[in-house]
C-alpha cells in the first residue's frame, strides 16, 4: 500500500503531486460528516464506485481513508463517508490514483481522508423529513458512533432508510402515421423503497503497513410499487387497471482486509463475502369497469421470481514504493460467483385461473470462477513528469445450467499506460489510455417480463463481454485561488459491444453487436468568487458533449448507443456561505438518451431542466438546520416509445407511446447533530 507521506520513486517527492487542503478550510462549510467535506473539495467528482461489478478491483470509487481502500462492496462510498465525524478529519488530499495502488491507476484524480489518531467518542445523528406534493411526509433516521482508543477504533451504525416518492402523469397511445389516437391512460404511482440497515466496522491501524480492518453489514432492503391506472381504450369502456411490485432485497456481507510488512514494501489481503437474495411478486390486474363500481377483474398477468446471488473475494497484493527507482505492485484475485434464478410467469384469466407461460430461459443456475493477475510499475521521468503503466490478465469459466447449457472460457490482457506532468503554476495534464472488458450481468442470462411496460426481457447465455479501448487527455488548471478548470477529451473503441439483438424466435435478447465508438469533451469551473467581488460566493459550472454511434444490425442504420449516453448535458451550482447562513442553487439539463430493442426505440428526456435549492442555517459548530426544495421547476419526465411492426427492419413505425410522469415540488428539513470530539474545532 503506498501513502501519500511515501518517498517517489526516480526524483522528487509525493508531496509535489498532491494538492493538500487542510480542516481550516472546510471550516466556511460547518461540516459533520467526512462526507459533507468530500463534497465540498474544490475541482473533485465524487465517485461511489460501482458494487454490482463482480470482483473487489473493478468496483472502487475513488476515495481512499488513510491512503487505503474500504474493504466493503454493499456499503456505498457515501454510506462510509457520513458515519466518520468532520472533527476527525485533519486535512484531504487529491491525488492521481497511481498513489493508492492498481485499483485507481487509471483514475485522473483520488480524495485520501486522513483521519486524526487522536481518542475519544465522537458521533453523529441525521433526522429529515420530506413533504411530497400530495402531502405525504416521509420521515427518515440515521446515526453512527465512533470510539478511538489509541490505534484502534471501532463505529456502529445504522438508519431507516425510508424514501417514498408518488408522481402522476398520463399515457398516450396513438396508431402511426395518421397520429389517431387509440388509448389513454391516467397513471398515479407510489413508490416505497425501505432499506434499513445495521453496520459495524473495527480497526487497528498502527502503520500503513500494520492494519487491520473488518466490517459487517446487513440490510434487508424491500421495494413496494403500487399503480392505479385509468384506461380510455377506443370501442372500449372506461376501466381502472392496477398494478403492483412488491420485491423483498435483503444484503448481508462480511468482510476485512489485513497489511503486513514485507521485503522493503506491504504485503495486503483482502476478503470479503457477499450474500444478496431477490424475491419478486408483480401482478397487473385488468378490470371491467371503474374501482368505484366494484368491477371484476378479467384478466392480467402474474410473476414471481426468486433468486440468489453470492459472490466470494480474495484479493492478495505487493507494493513497494521504491524497488531500484520504481513503484511496484503485483496482485492477484480470485472470486467465486452463483446465481440461481426461478421464474414464474403466468397469465391471469376471467375466472381467476394462473395459467403459466413458458418463457425462453426462466429457471438457470449461472456459475462463475474469474481469477485476475495484475503487474503496475510507474517512475518519475523528472520532477514533473511521471509515467505509470501495468498489465492486467483476467480468466473465467463461466457455466449455465437449467433451461439451457452452455459453458465457455474467456481470457482477456488488460493493459494499462499513463503520462502524467505537473509543473508549476498551478497546471496538471494527463495522457492515459487502457484496455477494460466489461462484466457479463448474470440477469442478461434469464428471462423475466416487465408487466409496467408489457414486454418480456429474453436472456441470453451465449452473451459475450464487450471489450473497449479507452484514450483520454485531460488539462487542469488553478484559478481565482483555490477554483480548479478542469478540460477533458475522451475517446473509446468497443469491440463487440453490448446491446438488445433479434432472435430467429423474434425474442429481442441482451446480444452483441459490432464495433462502436464514442467521442466526447467535457469542461468544469469550480471556484470561488470572492476576487470578483462576491464574498463567499462559489460557482460550479460543468457541461460535457459526446457522440455515440454503432452500426445496427435490426435497422441496417448507424445509430447511439442504448443506455445513459446523451450527446449533451449542462449543470451549474451557485453557493453562498457567510456566517451561521448558506444557501444556494442548482439547475442542470440534458439532451434525450435512448433504449433500442428488436422491435421498438425508447427515448427519455425531461421537459425541461431540472433545479434545486436550499437554505442552511447553522447555530452552533454541532447543529445545522438544512431546507430543500427539490424540482422547483416542476420538471416532468417522459418517455416516447415507438414500435414497429414486425421489427425495426421496417422503415416506419405503427404506433407511438408517449408517458408523462411528474413529482412536482418537494420540500425537505434535515436536522443533522454531531457529538463528542473536538466538534468543527478540529
Request: glycine share 10%.
Amino acid at each position: 500500500m503506498m501513502t501519500s507521506t511515501a518517498a517517489s520513486a526516480g526524483g522528487g517527492s509525493v508531496q509535489d503531486r498532491v494538492t493538500p487542503y487542510d480542516a481550516k478550510f472546510f471550516a466556511q462549510y460547518a461540516p459533520r460528516t467526512a462526507l459533507d467535506i468530500v463534497q465540498r473539495v474544490p475541482g473533485f467528482n465524487f465517485d461511489q464506485g460501482n458494487s454490482d461489478v463482480r470482483g473487489f478491483a473493478g468496483a472502487a470509487g475513488n476515495v481512499v481513508i488513510n491512503g487505503a481502500r474500504p474493504s466493503s462492496k454493499a456499503e456505498g462510498l457515501a454510506t462510509v463517508l457520513s458515519r466518520i465525524p468532520a472533527s476527525s478529519v485533519i486535512r484531504v488530499e487529491v491525488a492521481p490514483g497511481d498513489l493508492y495502488g492498481s485499483d485507481y491507476a487509471g483514475k485522473s484524480q483520488v480524495l485520501n481522508l486522513v483521519l486524526s489518531a487522536t481518542g475519544g467518542t465522537e458521533g453523529n445523528v441525521t433526522l429529515s423529513a420530506n413533504r411530497l406534493y400530495t402531502g405525504y411526509v416521509n420521515t427518515d433516521a440515521k446515526g453512527s458512533v465512533q470510539w478511538k482508543r489509541g490505534a484502534s477504533t471501532i463505529s456502529l451504525s445504522g438508519g431507516t432508510g425510508r424514501s417514498r416518492q408518488v408522481e402522476e402523469g398520463h399515457d398516450y397511445v396513438d396508431a402511426l402515421p395518421s397520429g389517431e389516437r387509440i388509448e389513454t391512460r391516467r397513471k398515479i404511482n407510489s413508490y416505497f423503497d425501505k432499506n434499513p440497515f445495521i453496520s459495524a466496522n473495527w480497526a487497528l491501524e498502527r502503520a500503513p503497513d500494520k492494519a487491520i480492518r473488518a466490517n459487517i453489514r446487513w440490510q434487508p432492503s424491500r421495494f413496494d410499487l403500487t399503480q392505479r391506472n385509468r384506461v380510455d381504450t377506443v370501442g372500449e369502456p372506461l376501466h381502472d387497471d392496477s398494478l403492483v411490485q412488491h420485491y423483498k432485497l435483503p444484503v448481508f456481507e462480511i468482510g476485512g482486509d489485513i497489511t503486513r510488512p514485507l521485503a522493503g514494501g506491504a504485503i495486503k489481503l483482502v476478503a470479503l463475502a457477499t450474500r444478496r437474495k431477490k424475491d419478486n411478486f408483480d401482478a397487473y390486474l385488468g378490470r371491467d369497469g371503474l374501482l368505484s363500481d366494484d368491477p371484476a377483474v378479467i384478466g392480467g398477468f402474474e410473476q414471481r421470481q426468486k433468486a440468489k446471488l453470492d459472490e466470494t473475494i480474495g484479493k492478495l497484493n505487493w507494493s513497494r514504493a521504491d524497488l531500484a527507482g520504481f513503484t511496484v505492485e503485483v496482485g492477484a484475485e480470485a472470486a467465486l460467483n452463483k446465481l440461481d434464478n426461478q421464474t414464474r410467469l403466468s397469465v391471469i384469466e376471467e375466472d381467476g385461473t394462473r395459467v403459466p407461460v413458458a418463457l425462453p430461459i426462466a429457471n438457470a443456475v449461472v456459475k462463475e470462477k474469474r481469477g485476475q493477475l495484475t503487474f503496475n510499475a510507474g517512475h518519475n521521468l523528472s520532477p514533473t513528469v511521471r509515467i505509470d503503466g501495468g498489465i492486467a490478465y483476467e480468466f473465467s469459466h463461466l457455466t449455465v445450467t437449467g433451461d439451457t447449457e452452455a459453458s465457455r472460457t474467456l481470457r482477456f490482457w488488460k493493459p494499462t499506460l499513463n503520462l502524467d506532468w505537473q509543473p508549476k503554476g498551478g497546471w496538471h495534464a494527463r495522457l492515459s489510455a487502457r484496455r477494460t472488458v466489461a462484466q457479463l450481468n448474470f440477469y442478461d442470462f434469464i428471462s423475466v417480463a416487465e408487466l409496467s411496460t408489457d414486454r418480456v426481457n429474453a436472456g441470453n447465455a451465449d452473451l459475450r463481454p464487450q471489450r473497449t479501448w479507452e484514450f483520454r487527455a485531460l488539462l487542469e488548471k488553478s484559478v481565482l485561488g483555490d477554483g480548479q478548470l478542469r478540460i477533458e477529451a475522451a475517446y473509446d473503441r468497443v469491440s463487440a459491444l453490448q446491446d438488445q439483438i433479434l432472435t430467429p424466435d423474434g425474442f429481442s435478447v441482451p446480444g452483441n453487436l459490432g464495433t462502436g465508438t464514442r467521442r466526447g469533451i467535457s469542461a468544469q469551473l469550480d471556484t470561488p468568487l470572492d476576487k470578483l467581488g462576491l464574498k463567499g460566493v462559489r460557482v460550479k459550472l460543468n457541461g460535457q458533449v459526446q457522440k455515440t454511434r454503432v452500426h445496427d444490425p435490426i435497422s441496417g442504420r448507424v445509430r447511439r448507443w442504448s443506455d445513459y449516453w446523451p450527446e449533451w448535458e449542462v449543470g451549474m451550482e451557485l453557493r453562498r456561505d457567510v456566517g451561521p447562513w448558506s444557501y444556494g442553487v442548482s439547475v442542470n439539463d440534458r439532451d434525450s438518451f435512448y433504449f433500442y430493442r428488436a422491435d421498438e426505440t425508447d427515448r427519455n428526456f425531461n421537459d425541461k431542466p431540472y433545479g434545486t435549492a436550499f437554505v442552511e442555517w447553522r447555530p452552533s459548530a454541532r447543529t445545522s438546520l438544512t431546507l430543500d426544495i427539490d424540482n422547483a421547476f416542476d420538471t416532468a419526465g417522459g418517455r416516447e416509445r415507438l414500435f414497429f411492426l414486425p421489427n425495426r427492419s421496417v422503415e416506419n413505425p405503427a404506433f407511438r407511446e408517449r408517458r408523462i410522469r411528474n413529482r412536482h415540488v418537494s420540500f425537505g428539513l434535515t436536522l443533522k447533530q454531531s457529538f463528542g470530539g473536538g466538534g468543527a474545532k478540529s
